[in-house]
């Protein structure tokens, strides 16, 4: 079993939203950054958005600013990626991933726990 669970994808109409949840099931979250990766068809996993263990949010890719929020619930050992006004470049498959630190890093190799993946599809 993975460590952590990524859940809320779908396919969706462009313009509507998502919530993608994703929760640790054998990894305690609360003292990691947690980030959130997308892997579009053909091309490599990009870091879309990370918080700090502090709650501090980080967009990293211009793509998302303005339209996905990120949050975490360290009550529930939870994160969350709100994604509003979907694109159909948004298409692709979600990670959730817990950071090796407690701030944020661009790089896949300094995250320690990662979801299964959650698909999400957009198209008209």
């Known amino acids: 079993q993975l460590p952590l669970v990524d859940s809320g994808g779908g396919s969706v109409a462009p313009g509507e939203s998502l919530r993608l949840s994703c929760t640790g099931s054998?990894?305690?979250?609360?003292?990691?950054?947690i980030g959130w990766f997308r892997q579009a068809p053909g091309k490599e996993r990009e870091l879309l958005f990370c918080?700090?263990?502090?709650?501090?949010?980080?967009p990293y890719s211009d793509s998302v600013k303005g339209r996905f929020t990120i949050s975490r619930d360290d009550a529930k050992n939870m994160a969350f990626l709100q994604m509003n006004n979907l694109q159909l470049e948004d298409t692709g498959v979600y990670y959730c991933?817990?950071?090796?630190?407690?701030?944020?890093?661009?790089?896949?190799?300094?995250?320690?726990?990662w979801g299964q993946g959650t698909p999400v599809t957009v198209s008209s």
């Open positions: 054998e990894f305690t979250l609360e003292t990691h950054s």
């Open positions: 918080i700090t263990a502090n709650r501090v949010p980080t």
């Open positions: 991933a817990a950071g090796q630190y407690q701030l944020c890093s661009l790089y896949p190799s300094n995250y320690i726990a």
